[in-house]
């Protein structure tokens, strides 16, 4: 069961640059997300696609666009890396209000991602 | 503003007995609430929720209590294992705001031998 999938696992990236990370999913789920998780923060949502072909941004989508591929896939890309993002990005998926039916947020492992 | 907040970054409990973490939220449009549990380079894995129309709901040695008028909830381990060592991040939700949580800034929980 591989659940959700989370490429790469760790990054490094020079002010500037750019890069997309990438996340799938199995388990058929129609909505997915993005969040940012860093210290003392908590996990903060920065975008999300409640279904195929629809995206919408959360509480910090500045710097950030995101790819609802098909309804597996959905991307997450950094255009130009700043300092401020360094730090460890999850993706989740859920059914469409799933968790009010005991189906819950799923997350991939996450990406750590370190911007010099 | 910290809409859900856990106040404590940690807590240590001698195995074998209670674990308490606690969550306090601001927004009264809250009405379903999660737990989730962390372990390190692992994503948040969900452990129970409750809905604000319960005040207590139950899963093996896992309690979710919930105080409405206080906008407090708490999650109660009973007997808390070496396992259990983790952060918890507590997690909330509004009618209609799908499946967007927001999230605490989470407790690390070390259950000790």
């Avoid at chain 2, 737990?35 to 994503?43: H, L, N, S």
């Avoid at chain 2, 894995?45 to 209590?65: A, H, P, Q, W, Y």
Wanted: net charge neutral; proline share 4%.
């Amino acid at each position: 069961n591989a659940g959700v999938t989370q490429t790469p696992k760790f990054q490094v990236l020079k002010t500037g640059q750019s890069m997309t990370l990438q996340c799938a999913q199995d388990m058929n789920h129609n909505s997915m997300y993005w969040y940012r998780q860093d210290p003392g923060m908590g996990l903060r949502l920065i975008y999300y696609s409640a279904s195929e072909g629809t995206t919408d941004k959360g509480e910090v989508p500045n710097g950030y666009n995101v790819s609802r591929l098909n309804k597996r896939e959905f991307s997450l890309r950094l255009e130009s890396a700043a300092p401020s993002q360094t730090s460890v990005y999850f993706c989740a998926s859920s059914e469409e209000d799933g968790f009010r039916y005991n189906s819950p947020l799923h997350f991939g492992n996450g990406t750590r991602l370190t911007v010099t | 503003d910290q809409q859900v907040k856990q106040n404590s970054p940690s807590l240590s409990v001698q195995e074998g007995r209670i674990s308490i973490l606690n969550c306090d939220y601001t927004n009264s449009m809250f009405d379903y609430f999660l737990w989730y549990k962390k372990y390190p380079a692992e994503g948040p894995t969900f452990l129970i929720s409750i809905s604000s129309i319960k005040d207590k709901n139950e899963d093996g040695r896992f309690t979710v209590f919930l105080n409405k008028s206080a906008k407090h909830l708490s999650l109660h381990i009973v007997p808390s294992q070496p396992g259990d060592s983790a952060v918890y991040f507590c997690a909330a939700s509004a009618t209609g705001g799908g499946n967007k949580l927001t999230f605490g800034t989470g407790t690390q929980l070390k259950v000790e031998l």
